[in-house]
C-alpha cells in the first residue's frame, strides 16, 4: 500500500483576483436638495423686490422669489442744529442744519475771543488784587518831594521823614504835595497821619484836611484818580490802593476842619508801600 502524497499549499492569490477585501465604513451623506421649479404664477404688477425686482403682491412683507424684505427703513428725520452742537464727535445727519451749526460756533468763538479782550483789564485787575492779598507790603520812600506852598519850618519833606511829630505846613485848602519815586511800582497802601502830629494834644491844635484827592500817574503816562476819606482823630490811617506801575503820586488837600485864625493846615506823614 503506498503512503499518501504530501499536501501542498496553495499559491497566493495575485492583484488580478476578484476575491473582495476589508474596507472602511463609508460616510453618510446628506441628500443634495431638490430644486423645483414654482409653478404659481407671478404677478406682473406689484412691489417690486429691491433685491431682485420680482413684483409682489401689495400684502406680502417678503419677496415671492428670494424672501428679502419689502418694506425699506424709513430714512431718520434730521436732528435739531442744536443737537449737532454736542458732543462734538456726533455725526451730524442729512439736512441737519450744518450751515446753521457753523455759523453758530463761529458766533461763539468770536463772542469769546472779543469779551476775552474787553475783559482782560478786568482779568489783570483781579489778578493783581489777588497777588495784593497773599503778598506781604514793603515800605517805600520817594526820590523827591515838593509842594505847591509851605510855610518856614514845616517843609514838605517832613512827611517822609518817619517822624509824626512834625509836618507839612500849608496857609489854605487846594495846596498840593507830590512825590516821585525813582521806578515804577505797584502802590499796595497809603498810611496817612493827618494834622499836626500823632498825639491828640497837638493833633487838635493846627487844621487838618479831611479829604484829599490822589492822583497817580503811572509808567505809560495814565492818571488814576482816587479820592481818600480822613477821619478826624488823630494817629496813621490806612488807604488801600491797589495800583500799578505809579512814578508819581500828588495828594492835594480839600475840606478843612479847625482852620481858624491864626492856623493853618497841617499833614505829618504819609507812607508807602509797596508789593514784595
Request: proline share 12%; net charge positive.
Amino acid at each position: 500500500m503506498e503512503p499518501p502524497a504530501p499536501v501542498r499549499p496553495a499559491p497566493a492569490a495575485g492583484p488580478d483576483d476578484d476575491a473582495p477585501r476589508p474596507v472602511k465604513p463609508g460616510k453618510a451623506v446628506a441628500p443634495r436638495p431638490t430644486v423645483r421649479p414654482i409653478t404659481a404664477d407671478l404677478p406682473a404688477t406689484g412691489t417690486p423686490c429691491p433685491a431682485c425686482g420680482t413684483p409682489n403682491p401689495p400684502h406680502r412683507r417678503f419677496c415671492s422669489r428670494c424672501a428679502a424684505p419689502l418694506a425699506r427703513a424709513a430714512a431718520p428725520a434730521p436732528l435739531p442744529w442744536w443737537r449737532t452742537l454736542w458732543p462734538l464727535r456726533r455725526r451730524g445727519r442729512a439736512r441737519s442744519g450744518r450751515l446753521v451749526r457753523l455759523l453758530v460756533t463761529l458766533t461763539v468763538v468770536a463772542a469769546l475771543c472779543v469779551g476775552g479782550y474787553l475783559l482782560l483789564p478786568a482779568g489783570r485787575h483781579l489778578i493783581e488784587d489777588t497777588r495784593d492779598k497773599l503778598g506781604k507790603p514793603k515800605p517805600l520812600s520817594p526820590q523827591h518831594t515838593s509842594a505847591t506852598a509851605q510855610l518856614p519850618g514845616h517843609p514838605a519833606g517832613n512827611t517822609t521823614d518817619g517822624l509824626r511829630n512834625r509836618y507839612w505846613g500849608t496857609p489854605a485848602a487846594g495846596a498840593s504835595i507830590t512825590y516821585t519815586f525813582a521806578k515804577p511800582f505797584r502802590l499796595y497802601e497809603l498810611i496817612i497821619t493827618n494834622g499836626a502830629a500823632n498825639s491828640a494834644e497837638e493833633y487838635a491844635r493846627q487844621g487838618r484836611a479831611l479829604r484829599m484827592e490822589l492822583a497817580a500817574t503811572t509808567r505809560d503816562g495814565e492818571v488814576v484818580r482816587k479820592t481818600l476819606t480822613l477821619n478826624d482823630k488823630a494817629g496813621p490811617q490806612s488807604m488801600p490802593m491797589g495800583i500799578s506801575n505809579v512814578t508819581t503820586v500828588r495828594l492835594t488837600l480839600t475840606n478843612p476842619a479847625g482852620l481858624t485864625a491864626g492856623r493853618h493846615l497841617a499833614l505829618a506823614e504819609v507812607e508807602f508801600f509797596q508789593r514784595k
